[in-house]
């Protein structure tokens, strides 16, 4: 059992993730976001159980782990017995393993379904479907069909979640067989490269992020210089491998003195750290954008989730829900602040709508950070709630956007590292100041934390609720008090 169908997809991906994975799995570095998508992916799977009615388990735990050779006998047990469908069906066979999502039995054989958490069929859950119809051929297993079931993103939510309607279902035996056909030598690779007591040699590349990032491109870029070529504001990894393997250019002095060609944001980036020069600054550009601006002022910023099981009626997977926010703004000289977050419980959106449409008068410039994502936001809204959707689009059509400032090139520091998030600039600009280090904050740090700890919200109660609301309050108005101190720089830079 040495071999599984998450194992083989890494090794399609890199075989030396794939060694890793092996031999040094200490060295992995699993973002939450790649957390968040496996504990989504279990939640779907759970559900996806139930698409043809009832169901027999094949799981089995020794302690808090599979015990994969008792799922494999219990699997045995089920199709001897006829059950029509078996969830996490198991089967081994000359070190491949698998356990199958749902195996249905038919007059004809058994159909497989792959169940996967995206609203698309990706090339890498055909080479997994291959992978099972491979394992479940040398077992002897009549296969009819094979599919994948993935999430209908029309679908809208009224009462409790259909699993019929939730899921699209696709056959995807054509599609396989070529994978099939090659699948005995990719297994066969990949156990060589299992058993090979050293690590393979792998170039970086786009294989590095692609179909999924790479845990492990901390460890394999650990002899690079700092910043590197991969480093690069907007610069592919497939042009940085070239760079760096045909023309042997790592370092940002490498770049410079290879005169490699590069657009003014880059090179202003290489140029920056390599030379260890002041902060940027263009005056004309800033005061351009600061004239833009009005008063009354308003500091906004937004906080969402996406589900692919939707939590609530009238709600579509992977529908952005806007449940939080916060709102700087000045009354005279005096800096205040509002605030909204939902109580996890239920559909915060209409609360939320109506509160910002009181709290934000219709005349005022509204300053966001990517003012894409909060138009956007607002126009959804304004879209549910046509009863205070005017007052919603004029506060749209008047926001601004303070990324401008450095999307555009008129402040840089080497600090950024060619990046622009507010979680980029605002340490730059504020080096060593906790007021507004996202690190100092208690529980959220980030809005991935801040969606996954939401949607946990609604399993809380007592004091341990309030102590997350509270977290999850703070983490949103130091978004808006980073514009606040941003705009405070930038007005001061361009003196």
Avoid at 31 to 51: I, P, Q
Avoid at 216 to 223: F, K, L, P, S, V
Avoid at 342 to 365: F, H, K, S
């Amino acid at each position: 059992m040495g071999l599984s169908k998450s194992k083989l997809t890494r090794f399609c991906q890199c075989p030396k993730q794939f060694w890793l994975d092996e031999n040094k799995r200490g060295l992995a570095e699993v973002s939450a976001a790649a957390e968040a998508r496996f504990d989504e992916g279990t939640r779907v799977g759970e559900l996806a159980k139930r698409l043809f009615g009832g169901f027999d388990d094949a799981t089995v735990y020794d302690g808090d782990k599979l015990d994969l050779t008792a799922m494999v006998e219990r699997t045995a047990e089920l199709t001897a017995a006829g059950a029509e469908n078996i969830c996490e069906a198991a089967f081994s066979y000359g070190g491949c393993y698998c356990a199958v999502d749902i195996l249905h039995r038919t007059a004809r054989g058994y159909e497989l379904y792959e169940v996967k958490s995206s609203a698309h069929v990706k090339q890498v859950y055909l080479i997994d479907v291959a992978y099972q119809r491979y394992v479940l051929g040398l077992c002897g297993v009549k296969l009819v069909g094979a599919y994948i079931v993935y999430i209908n993103t029309d679908y809208v939510r009224r009462g409790d979640i259909d699993p019929r309607g939730l899921f699209r279902i696709q056959e995807v035996s054509a599609a396989t067989d070529g994978y099939l056909a090659q699948m005995c030598d990719t297994v066969a690779a990949a156990l060589d490269v299992a058993d090979d007591p050293f690590e393979p040699t792998v170039e970086l590349g786009e294989r590095c992020a692609s179909p999924y990032d790479c845990p492990y491109i901390g460890y394999c870029e650990r002899d690079l210089p700092e910043p590197n070529v991969f480093d690069i504001y907007r610069m592919g990894r497939k042009k940085a491998a070239e760079l760096y393997y045909n023309d042997g250019i790592a370092s940002f002095d490498d770049v410079l003195r290879r005169g490699v060609k590069l657009s003014k944001m880059q090179k202003r980036q290489v140029e920056s750290a390599a030379n260890g020069l002041p902060t940027y600054v263009d005056r004309a550009g800033v005061n351009k954008f600061l004239a833009e601006l009005w008063s009354p002022l308003y500091f906004l910023d937004f906080e969402t989730f996406m589900a692919a099981i939707p939590p609530f009626d009238g709600l579509s997977p992977y529908k952005q829900v806007t449940f939080q926010y916060s709102l700087h703004y000045y009354d005279g000289e005096k800096l205040m602040h509002r605030e909204f977050l939902g109580d996890g419980r239920t559909d915060p959106r209409r609360a939320l709508a109506e509160r910002l449409a009181v709290d934000i008068p219709t005349d005022a410039c509204v300053l966001a950070y990517n003012k894409s994502f909060e138009c956007s936001r607002l126009t959804e809204l304004a879209e549910l709630f046509p009863e205070i959707a005017d007052r919603l689009l004029k506060i749209r059509d008047n926001v601004r956007d303070l990324l401008d400032v450095f999307r555009g090139g008129y402040v840089y520091d080497k600090a950024m590292g060619g990046g622009f998030s507010i979680k980029k600039v605002l340490p730059a600009l504020f080096a060593g100041d906790r007021e507004l280090d996202y690190n100092a904050l208690d529980g959220v740090h980030n809005g991935q934390e801040a969606n996954e700890t939401y949607m946990r919200l609604s399993e809380l109660d007592g004091a341990e609720y309030e102590t997350t609301r509270r977290q999850l309050l703070e983490y949103c108005k130091l978004d808006t008090l980073a514009m606040v101190k941003i705009l405070e720089k930038i007005k001061e830079l361009s003196e």
